[in-house]
Nanobody
Framework: QVQLVESGGGLVQPGGSLRLSCAASGSIFSVKAMGWYRQAPGKERELAAV???????DYAESVKGRFTISRDNAKNTVYLQMNSLKPEDTAVYYC???????????????WGQGTQVTVSS
């Protein structure tokens, strides 16, 4: 089995910064694309940022220039550095990873449990 464990959410004032982390563990042969999604109250879950195993990144227009996604392949961990946070960034942030399993070498997508980010004065 595979688990994704997130950390780093919390309450921050507008203009502040937070760093989210998500570590994958379990029967992993390799980790392919990893990403961060977010879901605000009453809204659908949306992609915030994604990074391939080779380091190619992509961002939602709403976070470009403020958020930076990175990863440590040796630790199977993905990070999301969030700067210049705005109240509209308030959401539950979910980590997503495409995992190639050791047994069977099949690929499956996993989700973290979610971490709350609240931007408010």
């Amino acid at each position: 089995q595979v688990q994704l464990v997130e950390s780093g959410g919390g309450l921050v004032q507008p203009g502040g910064s937070l760093r989210l982390s998500c570590a994958a563990s379990g029967s992993i042969f390799s980790v392919k694309a990893m990403g961060w999604y977010r879901q605000a109250p009453g809204k659908e879950r949306e992609l915030a940022a994604v990074i391939t195993s080779g380091g190619t990144t992509d961002y939602a227009e709403s976070v470009k220039g403020r958020f930076t996604i990175s990863r440590d392949n040796a630790k199977n961990t993905v990070y999301l550095q969030m700067n210049s946070l705005k109240p509209e960034d308030t959401a539950v942030y979910y980590c997503n990873a495409n995992i190639l399993h050791i047994v069977g070498l099949y690929e499956q997508a996993y989700w973290g449990q979610g971490t709350q980010v609240t931007v408010s004065s």
